[in-house]
């Protein structure tokens, strides 16, 4: 064997070895990251209602940035701020609009047309002061 072999194989076993050494430090973070998430899973089912933490579950599968932000959010929350009660449906809802920037709407159905209330509520105000002017 010549110097240039002894040196090539000197070469490969040194790539061998880092590359073993990168693939057992991708399983290290791979089975870290498999903890946390158990972790994480743990303390919302422990802090959330049935119906938020199912409710959770579809919009992460909807939106899975949106329903991530908020899952941190509401881990948040638990861990770093101490929340002790228990997380509902209408809080997960509340934190997902948050998240999405939309404004609370409170829809009103009347012979068959849906309408926002607040639409509902100026439309009624301009009917009452027509009927008051003219009454």
Do not use: C
């Amino acid at each position: 064997m010549s110097d240039d072999d002894t040196e090539l194989a000197i070469i490969r076993r040194k790539k061998m070895a880092e590359l073993v050494a990168r693939e057992k430090r991708l399983q290290e973070t791979r089975e870290q990251n498999k903890k946390i998430g158990v972790e994480r899973e743990k303390i919302l089912k422990r802090f959330l209602d049935p119906d938020a933490v199912s409710y959770l579950e579809g919009l992460k599968t909807r939106e899975p940035a949106v329903g991530s932000r908020v899952q941190d959010i509401i881990l948040y929350l638990i861990v770093n701020r101490g929340l002790r009660e228990t997380i509902t449906h209408t809080d997960v809802r509340y934190i997902e609009r948050q998240v999405k920037g939309e404004e609370p709407t409170i829809r009103v159905q009347r012979d068959g047309e849906i309408s926002d209330f607040g639409s509902y509520v100026r439309e009624a105000m301009k009917e009452n002061s027509k009927d008051s002017e003219s009454g």
